[in-house]
């Protein structure tokens, strides 16, 4: 059904970025650790966010057997109805 968007390699790409572009600068040891932070708070919220689409993605399936159930349901219904219809005019 639904696909989850690749988060984790677009996180570590942005985050290997940065870090490379602060190698780069006169970056201090106390800048390179805020950048280290951010890239792990940015990772858990990735993860977290990958975590939330997939519950997503089971529950739109769920969502769609129960559907397809219940309209399973009533055309087996309409059949019946049309089979009694027809029973009771040919009377």
Same mark, same amino acid.
């Given at each position: $059904?639904?696909? =989850? ?5 677009? $996180? ?6 940065? =870090? ?9 040891? =106390?800048?390179l650790d805020k950048v280290?932070?951010? %890239?792990? @708070?940015?990772? @858990? ?10 519950? %997503?993605? @089971? ?7 129960? %559907? ?11 059949? +019946?109805?049309?089979? $009694?219809? +027809?029973? =009771?005019? $040919?009377?």
């Amino acid at each position: $059904m639904l696909r =989850s968007l690749p988060v984790r390699p677009l $996180m570590l790409a942005s985050a290997a970025c940065a =870090s490379l572009l602060l190698l780069g600068g006169c970056a201090s040891n =106390s800048d390179l650790d805020k950048v280290r932070a951010q %890239a792990v @708070q940015a990772q @858990q919220t990735a993860d977290q966010a990958n975590q939330a689409a997939a519950a %997503a993605n @089971q529950k739109a399936d769920q969502a769609l057997n129960a %559907a397809n159930q219940a309209n399973q349901t009533a055309n087996d219904t309409n059949e +019946k109805l049309n089979r $009694m219809f +027809k029973k =009771s005019m $040919m009377k």
